[in-house]
Structures are given as C-alpha cells and as structure tokens.
C-alpha cells in the first residue's frame, strides 16, 4: 500500500487550525467582547473544533453508517441547547 | 442437569415461593388497613405486618439468589458443588433464624424482642428494612460466609466463566455491603448515610450484577446464543450499572442533611439509570430472536423476557419518575415512592427469581427439559396475571400518590396527612383488588408445577 | 484535497477500535451533555453571581490546557498513524509524548485547584463553584483514566503488542482520549469563556 | 481492525469503570463526612436525645410513619412534627400518650405503646432534634 504523503500531513493541518481557533477564542474574550456575539461566535469555534475532532483524529470521516451523523447530531442539539439556555 | 449437587437448589426454591406467599398474604393484610384502618388492630399493628412483609420479601429473594447460585455454579464451573452436605445445613440455619424473626415479630411488641434479643449489647434494629434483631443480622453473616465460601471453592477447583465470576462479584459485594447493617450512629443524619450503602448499593447495585448474571445463564441455556456474544453483553450492561448506579446513590442524599451537591450529582447520575435496563431488554429480545433452538420450556423464556421489560419498567421508568431532585422535593416519602417499590421490586428481583424456578424446577424433578404443555400454559396465566397485576398495583399506586403530591405538597394550601389519605382511598380499594389477582396469579403458579401430563415436544434439554 | 496519507479502498461501517468503547464514548459524552445543560439551567437563575467567579478562574491556565490537550490528541493521532505502517517504536513514542502533555494538563489543572482551595472554594461555596469543581474534576478523572488507558497501550506497543494487522488497542485507547479532548474543548468556552 | 467487540475489552471497561466511580463516590461520600458536622446539628446531641432515637428504633416508629421522608407511608412524616405541633414537646408528648390501647373504630390509629416518663422526653427532644436538621428545606410545608 504506497502512501502518498503530502506535506504536512492533513491532520498536522487540522492541529494547527485548532490551535488558532483555540486562540482566538480566547483572544476574543480577552478584548472585552460580551454579551451575545462573545456567546454565539465562541460556542460556533467550539462545534467547529468539535467537528474538527470528530472527523479527523476519531477518523469517522472515513466511516460509513449512523457514526459520523450521529455525533455530528450529537454537537449541534448541544450546541443549540447550551444557546438556548444563555439567550431565551 | 449436568451434576448431582445442582439438586441442592430444590429446597431453596420451594422455601422462597413459600416464604413468597407469606409475603403477599402480609402485603393483603397491610393493603386492607390502608382502607379499614382498625382492621387486625391491636393484635397485628401496620408496622408489624410490614415488617413481615419487607423482611419476607428481603429473605425470599435471598434464598432464590442462592437457589440460583446452587444451581448456575455447579454447572458453570463443570464440576459438583464442593459441600452439598454445608448447603443443605446453612439452608436450615438461614430457615429457622428467618422463621424465628417473623415469629418474634408477630409474638411480642418489637420492644419486648428488643430487649428479649439483647439489643442494647449492639443496637441495630428498628430502621426500615434492617428490623431484624441483632442476632438474626449475626446469623446472616455466618449463613452469607459460608455459602460464599462453598461456592468459592466451587469456582476455583473447576472451569471460571464470566458468568459465574459476575455471579460471584455480586454475592460477595451483597455480603460486604450488608455489614454496614452493623453501623448505627446516634447521629441520624450518619445513620442514614451508611443506610443507604445497605440499600441502595444493593438493590441498584450488585443485585443488578446477580440479576445480570442469572439472565445471562438463562438465555445460554434456552436460547444456545453463543457464550461469548451474551458473556460480552452482559459486562457492557453490568458496567453501565456501576457507572450510574453507584453515584446514583446521591438521589437518596437530596433531603437527609447531606451537602446540596448530591441534588446535581444524584440527579444527573441516577437519571441516567435506566440505561443498563434499557440495554439488557435490548439484549433479552436480541438473544431471543437470535436463538440457535426453540428451547421447550417456552415458560422460561417468557419469564426472562419479561423480567427485562418488567425491570426496564420498573426500576428504570418508574424510577425517573422522581429521581430528579426537583420532582423528588415534592415525591419525596409519598405514594409514588411506593408505587416504584413496588414494580421495581418485583420487575427486577422478584421475576428473575421465578424465572430461574420455572427454568430449573423441571429438571430437577426429573423431566427431560420442561414441563408439559398444560402445565406451562397455566404457568403463562400465572405469570400475565402477576405482572398485569403488579402493572395495576403501580399504576394505583402512583395515582394516590400523584393526588397526595397535588393536595398535601404542592398546592398553595397544602391539606393534613390524613385528610388526603381519606382523598385517596378509592385508589387503596383498587390496589386491594390488584394485590388479590396478584394472589391467584402466585397460586396458580405452584398449582402450574403439580399439573401432570406428557412432557412438552421430545426435544432434549 | 488530494489522497490523504493512507488510503481506504472500501469505507469501514465502523468505528476505529472496539466497540465496547464506543458504547461509553456515547454514555460519557451524553453525560458531559447534560452536565453541560444544566450547568446552562443553573446560570439563568443567578448570571451575575456566575459572571462575577467566572472572572476569578485563570483564562489563560484555560487556554494553555485547550492547546495542551488539543495537541495531545494530536499526538495520538499520529501514533495511530505509525502504528498502521507497523512502527511500533514509533507509535510508542508518540503515545508518551500525548501521555506526557495530558500530565502537564494534570499539573496545570491541579494548580488552579491549589489556588481554589487556598482561598477556601469548595463545592459548597456557591452555585457557580459547584457546577465549575464538578465539571472540571469529572473531566480531570477522565484525563487520568485517558493517560491510564494511554500507559498501558504504549507499555504494549513497546512491547511489539501490535501490529498493521492487529493494532485495535492503539486505535481504542485513540478514541477514548479523542473523546476527553472533545469534550474539554466545549467545556472550556462554556465555563471560562461564556459570559 | 474496527469492528471488533471484545468481551476483554468489555471486561476492562467494567473493571475501570467500576474503580473509577468508586473512588469518585468515596470522595464526596469523604467530603460529605467532613461537611456533616455544620449541618446535621450533632452538637445538639444530648443523652436524651441518642436516647431518644433508641426508643424511636426500639417501637419500630419507622413502621408507620417515615422520617425525613424515609420510611413507611401510612402514618404523617414526623421530621417537621415539632413544628407543626407548634413547636411544643408538651403537644408531643400528649399525643402519644393519649393513644387509645383498642385504637379508633374504623380508622388508622397509633398503638399504645407505654412510654414512661423519660422516654416520652426523650422521643420528643429527638423529634424536635431532628426538626432542626438543615435538610435543604424539606418538607415542603408544614404538612409534611
């Protein structure tokens, strides 16, 4: 099985654009955003990330079946009951 | 029936059903004074013939898990039980020290066995479920350690399955657990505390394992499954039990004086209790339909499945019921407590006890693998008419008690205790009349065994 | 996209490792799930007094965990990925180094509590401490169950437990430590962040 | 590869799990112990009322009635007894002493259990102890 490898790998990529993420999550907080725009955009980063790691390192990108939709699923209903629960 | 010693589970069951009936005639007797409140009185007070009646039910189970336990090891292990001769002692140890409490309850005033038993040497009675005086709780002990260690020999000279050794895991955390029995602080709220290890660690935590363990044996031997899919299934369940089950305890911590965090805790963590229950109907149904033979004894099987359904019901639904701390605020103590109790006990415990007799009885008394066709068809219309009963039971039940929640807690003017008790005595009736088809449901399941005939289909066992 | 590094010739209908994992990867994460809600719930009813302590944590001690255990996972994917082309040594030494970042997460994560405790937050203090402390410990446990189950994968690989034929171990403990980094990345916007 | 489902796997799940939650449990069942003592109001503990709590456990008062919410169901809850009896051991000790020995016709009624002097103190003082208990505000009236 000859392996292609193109530099850097995918999940190379991935970790670092988490990691900016990341940062900027928190650099959001940092300066003083609040409110509504702080609580939609960080929870959005955070599905992001999640979605990010449900992908590519749990690998179920590449899995067939209820797997993938499944947590995906799983993120959004959280993502919006944690946003319910800060606006309504 | 693989080995001679298996034999030894035969009095067990027969003393269980019969301490079962003694148990529901109790039950009767209470459900009566919920409507005739003088009925009995003075000569049997309420909380004698409850005592009688939860200490029935607490012994029965006892001699059908070790029933069960007599009869699973042997064959698990391919090798005869290792004392035949210490299990038939320790049953008439267990027999007679039981009887011996009954009658002490019924005989004198509790204060008088109090003090008749030397309680003041190491006071350990009147708390609800531990009644049993002090010596009775040492008998226990003594009749706990032996049969552990007659089966515990048992397992190490012969074959170690997942099965038995999930068996093994739940009997002896039963034994260490009931030592707690033996703590009682002057310090209520402690008490209470340590209560619960007894309890609630019990009946929503290694019960679950025996439980478990018993389906699991059933269901290889009816349905010819293979060992290894139902061994892997029955540790995912059992694992789930313990996740949830063991900070599930919080949710008996809410209102006895413990630190409010036990209200998220025991919320969150009980409130996910259900799972394992749900997982092994699941499971049940799966093994069924999956089955390699129609097994004859078909009253078995029945029994198994319905003990999944029934416990899922039970324990799991009824028990979500009021778990949440901010339901279980107004629940808390009422009807619906009992309401659960009751189909969580008998959904759970009572119903793999019946169906390990109704797998194991045939046998025993000779017969190839089941009873014949007659006699199973009436053990079917023994066990619809308990569980329906038992449904019935539940449903009255929680309807006083919703009623009671609605007119002593929750309303704004909230009405005295006994008022309400008046309020809701149509619902008393009815679970009267419930607990008497459940009666008949029970007699006709000893009559069900006596029914002769030619054994059912010539499949072997 | 091109290919990526290794390539699938017929999509898999399940998940990496075994099973039995993924069983209680869905049981943690719907337990985390309805932490998470009620930890929500809770705050309606007192925000200010949940805005006010949240100033009190130490964002940045955050932030370094989020990047200290989004790394780690990295790590272990790569371990996954050395083990698929049979190094073993390899793979071993990547799941040290992930196991080795989620002990600094242990450290950091233990500091903020030292500095808790020290000024007398307990899990009786207030409302906000409560859900904050049983959060954060609930995920601290999994991250030592996570760097337990890591240990024991790697002592194995180091051992030539594993394989390209037969690496389900590695790809087990994979998932169980995707799911503690997971689950922490919605936990740090929530408690530290979110106000 | 994927797709297996080990019954050793599902075995160390058990065993982890199980470890794992214990220990959690034996934590905060340890937090609980050291946090008791500021809310149980051990300190009001007196001879009388241990005494107390021994005549309540030696006439099985946990067979009719529950206390803290635990118990039997058939008689009123009696952790908040004293304050509905309007905060009087006198009221207590009446009732009890007044009960009937052949009960009411046709009604629940309490047994007689003659009490003597000390130990009708003693239950009331543990009864009106255990009113005092900060049980987060359970029951949730006076009712009980």
Known sequence: MTKTLSIPRPCTRIWLLMMVLTFITWAVAQLGLSGQWL?????????????????????????????????TGYLLLLGAALAGAFFL | MKYQSQLVAKPYFIAAIGLFIGQIIFGLIMGLQYVIGDFLFPEIPFNVARMVHTNLLI??????FMGSAYYMIPEESETELYSPKLALALFWIFL???????????????????EMTGNDLLPTMGREFLEQPTITKIGIVVVCLGFLFNLGMTVLKGRKTSVSLVLMTGLVGLALLFLFSFYNPTNLVLDKFFWWYVVHLWVEGVWELILGAILAFVLIKTTGVDREVIEKWLYVIIAM???????????????????????????VFSALEPIPFFMMTVFAFNMVNKRRRDHPNRAAVLWALGTAVMAFLGAGVWGFLHTLAPVN???????ITAAHGHMAFYGAYVMIVLTMISYTMPMMRGRAAANSLKSQVVEMWAFWLMTVSMVFITLFLTGAGILQVYLQRYSDAPQAFMVVQEKVELFYWMREYAGLVFLTGLLLYVVSFFIGGKEHAEQRA | MNSTATVYDTQPKSPPGDLAIWVFILAELLVFAVLFVVYAMARRNNIELFNLHQLQLDRAAGLANTLVLITSSYFVVRAVAAIR?????????????????????????????????????????????????????????????????????????????YSVSEHTGVETGASYWHMVDLVWLILFPLVYVMH | MSGTFTKSMARNIFIGGSAFFIFLFLALSFDTVRAL????????ITD????????????NCVGCHSLMGEGAYFAPELANVYDRFGKSTEAIKGFIRSRPVDGIPGRRSMPQFNLSEEELDAVAQFLKWTSEINDAGWPPNIQG
């Open chain 1, 39 to 71: 609580i939609l955009g960080v929870l959005a980063i955070a599905l992001v990330k999640g979605q990010l790691v449900v992908d590519h390192f749990m690998g179920l990108r590449r899995v067939r079946g209820f797997w993938r939709p499944l947590l």
């Open chain 2, 59 to 64: 012994v029965w189970l006892l001699f059908g």
């Open chain 2, 96 to 114: 007679v020290a039981g009887a011996l409490t009954i009658v002490g309850y019924l005989a004198v005033p509790y204060a008088r066995l109090a």
């Open chain 2, 241 to 267: 039990t313990l996740i949830t089950g063991i900070l599930g305890t919080g949710h008996h911590y809410y209102w006895i004086g413990a630190p409010e965090y036990w209200q998220l805790i025991g919320s």
């Open chain 2, 329 to 335: 605020f107004y629940t808390h103590g009422s009807q």
């Open chain 3, 85 to 161: 082309e049979g190094e073993t040594q390899r793979c071993s030494r990547w799941l040290w180094a992930a196991f080795s970042l989620g002990a600094l997460f242990l450290l950091i994560k233990g500091a903020e509590y030292q500095h808790h405790f020290s000024m007398g937050v307990t899990l009786r203090s207030n409302d906000f401490y409560l859900f904050y402390l049983s959060l954060t410990f609930f995920h601290f446990m999994h991250v030592i169950m996570g760097m337990v189950i890591l240990a024991a994968v790697a002592l194995k690989a180091q051992r030539g437990g």
């Open chain 4, 37 to 44: 003592p500021e809310r149980d109001n051990r300190h009001n």
């Open chain 4, 48 to 59: 009388q009322v241990a005494l107390g709590k021994k005549v309540w456990e030696d006439n």
